[in-house]
T-cell receptor
Framework: GENVEQHPSTLSVQEGDSAVIKCTYSDSASNYFPWYKQELGKGPQLIIDIRSNVGEKKDQRIAVTLNKTAKHFSLHITETQPEDSAVYFC?????????????FGPGTSLSVIP | EAQVTQNPRYLITVTGKKLTVTCSQNMNHEYMSWYRQDPGLGLRQIYYSMNVEVTDKGDVPEGYKVSRKEKRNFPLILESPSPNQTSLYFCASNHRGGFRNSPLHFGNGTRLTVT
């Protein structure tokens, strides 16, 4: 089955610097890659996603890149702010009309130091 | 407001005492699921439901039961809790239809401690 690895497990950056989280997946049939942000005491919330027919997607300060050949994808946060401090999960799935299982990575705890 | 509501938020219980964690969504989503979150392991799926009266096992179903009698509710039942079920639990839901399924909406979690 699908396996998603995520690195690093913890990341500390100074406010204003960039943060990069990397994930790899094992199933070449996976075609949908969402990223979730989990703030303290809350459930994960989708922040950005990318489908396999796209190599890069941006939304203001966050961007995701996908390399299908290498089976890895990354989250980039620029100009980090204290409110970016959270746990981030990458995930992979094979989106289709029937049930598609979402497999999550182990998470990255990001701390942005003011 | 569109949301997934779990109760209780915190629960401390003893080994063997049956408990139920409730989950309700107000978005008319077909799909609901339960996850447990443990340090270093991420989110692992316990059970899921494609629609009313349709449930199936996820990756870690041992020791858990679920039911889906109504579309909006998906309770998680621990018939005889054990300490290894101490964890943070999340309920999630989304719309299923066509190629572009909607993102998962998560509740705020239930922290369970079994002593």
């Amino acid at each position: 089955g699908e396996n998603v690895e995520q690195h690093p497990s913890t990341l500390s950056v100074q406010e204003g610097d960039s943060a990069v989280i990397k994930c790899t997946y094992s199933d070449s049939a996976s075609n949908y890659f969402p990223w979730y942000k989990q703030e303290l005491g809350k459930g994960p919330q989708l922040i950005i996603d990318i489908r396999s027919n796209v190599g890069e997607k941006k939304d203001q300060r966050i961007a995701v890149t996908l390399n299908k050949t290498a089976k890895h994808f990354s989250l980039h946060i620029t100009e980090t702010q204290p409110e970016d401090s959270a746990v981030y999960f990458c995930a992979a799935s094979k989106a289709k009309t029937s049930y598609d299982k979402v497999i999550f990575g182990p998470g990255t705890s990001l701390s942005v130091i003011p | 407001e569109a949301q997934v509501t779990q109760n209780p938020r915190y629960l401390i219980t003893v080994t063997g005492k049956k408990l139920t964690v409730t989950c309700s969504q107000n978005m008319n989503h077909e799909y609901m699921s339960w996850y447990r979150q443990d340090p270093g392991l991420g989110l692992r799926q316990i059970y899921y439901s494609m629609n009313v009266e349709v449930t199936d096992k996820g990756d870690v179903p041992e020791g858990y039961k679920v039911s889906r009698k109504e579309k909006r509710n998906f309770p998680l039942i621990l018939e005889s809790p054990s300490p290894n079920q101490t964890s943070l639990y999340f309920c999630a839901s989304n719309h299923r239809g066509g190629f572009r399924n909607s993102p998962l909406h998560f509740g705020n979690g239930t922290r369970l401690t079994v002593t």
